[in-house]
């Protein structure tokens, strides 16, 4: 998956998040309606968090919709999306006439908070928490100078230390589960290696070639245009099991290592080298025309054929094969590597040590 991809999937899943979110406002919102039909909530307040939730939630949305998001050093907004509906409901908290349902609602709006859970750090959550608990105690003290009688401060004390107590073991459970994301992320990291690295060559490995070579393909085949874009070469070293024979296994995989890292060195940003098996490796050059491809695999067999192998005996040197072709829009890839495989036969049968290329021809 390129870079761009698994950015839009990251995009795509923070706006479902933010769009369950939203739902979650709208049934509190319900909630403060309700309360303003049973005659516990004056029409201000109640319009007044109308507002503020609305205006807040569609902010969120703009944001990931647009990508300003991404600017942030969390681009989830997950303590914003937190904190955002916290100030609206005090507000309602304030105005509320029973100091029951002044409880029951602190609950419902601070309930988001299990979110964080997820994508804040230990810090992240009690820093939260402290935010949530010191706006509740403001509110207290909005309420015991501007309305005593709505106010009883044995419940109110029982009730602080309570949602206290909850949030900080919500912070505690935060970190574990925080503990758990990363050794599962460095599992999979570890699994995608192994699935798509050579363990010799430390290259992409044939699967990862292929999964490349589909993906350019089929960008290319999207832009529908007449002009190739994508050229392969296959690289194959000469006389490689003369190597592994006069000199052992442990001497050809080195070399391969070398030719490998060779190769790497000489890619433009863009291109994509791998190990296609054996002593055999595919280079993907993007954007590149045949012409310039030809003249890149010629580089390489000179690079290679100047390179020193201190692991060979002085004067030993180690010459590759290539065949060059261009991908045909539409083809199917593996017509596009059958012509670079036979390219690189014909260079072989004559003689090794250099390159054919192979146009593709558009089918009648
Ligand atoms: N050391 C080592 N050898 C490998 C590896 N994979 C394949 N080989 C060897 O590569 C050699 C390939 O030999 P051939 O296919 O006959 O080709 P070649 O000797 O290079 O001859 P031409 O390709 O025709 O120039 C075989 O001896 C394989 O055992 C590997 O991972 N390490």
């Known amino acids: 998956m390129t870079e761009q991809d698994q950015q839009t999937k990251a995009q795509q899943l ?39 939730i609305a205006l807040t939630s569609a902010s969120f949305v703009t944001l990931i919709r ?13 303590a914003a999306q937190i904190v955002a509906p916290l100030w609206p409901a005090i507000l309602v908290m304030f105005f509320v006439t029973e100091p029951q349902v002044r409880t029951a609602f602190l609950l419902t709006a601070t309930s988001g908070l299990v979110f964080g859970m997820f994508a804040l750090s230990r810090t992240g959550m009690l820093m939260l928490s402290l935010v949530i608990v010191g706006s509740y105690l403001l509110l207290l003290i909005a309420l015991s100078v501007w309305a005593p009688e709505r106010i009883d401060w044995r419940i109110e004390t029982i009730l602080v230390f309570a949602y206290t107590a909850v949030l900080v073991t919500i912070s505690y459970l935060t970190s574990y589960i925080a503990g758990l994301r990363n050794t599962l992320r460095e599992q999979n990291l570890r699994l995608n290696d192994l699935v798509c690295r050579d363990p010799l060559t430390d290259l992409p490995n044939r699967r990862s070639l292929m999964e490349q070579l589909a993906q350019e393909t089929s960008r290319i085949d ?17 006389y490689f099991k003369r ?12 070399v391969l290592r070398k030719v490998g890292a060779i190769l790497t060195r000489s890619m433009r940003k863009g291109d994509f080298v791998g190990r296609f098996g054996g002593e055999e ?43 060059v072709t261009e991908y045909l829009n539409g083809e199917h890839i593996d017509a596009t590597i059958k012509r670079a495989d036979d390219a690189l036969y014909e260079a072989k049968h004559a ?14």
């Open 351 to 364: 003689g090794r040590n250099q390159i054919i290329i192979k146009a593709a021809t558009t089918p009648a």
């Open 14 to 52: 923070r706006l479902r998040r933010t769009l369950w979110g939203v739902a979650f406002q709208v049934s509190t919102a319900l909630v403060v309606f309700g309360l303003y039909l049973f005659e516990m909530l004056p029409l201000t307040p109640v319009l007044i968090y109308m507002v503020a």
């Open 66 to 78: 647009t990508g300003r998001n991404l600017r942030f050093t969390d681009p989830s907004m997950t």
């Open 281 to 323: 490796f595919i280079m993907i050059l993007p954007e590149s025309s045949l012409e310039t491809a030809t003249m890149f695999a010629q580089r390489i067999c000179q690079t290679i054929a100047d390179a020193h192998f201190a692991e060979l005996p002085d004067g030993e040197k180690i010459t590759v094969s290539q065949g």
């Open 222 to 238: 999207r832009r529908s245009t007449d002009r190739q874009q994508l050229c392969i070469s296959m690289l194959d070293i000469d």
């Open 243 to 254: 190597v592994n024979d006069t000199w052992g296994h442990d001497v050809g995989d080195a």
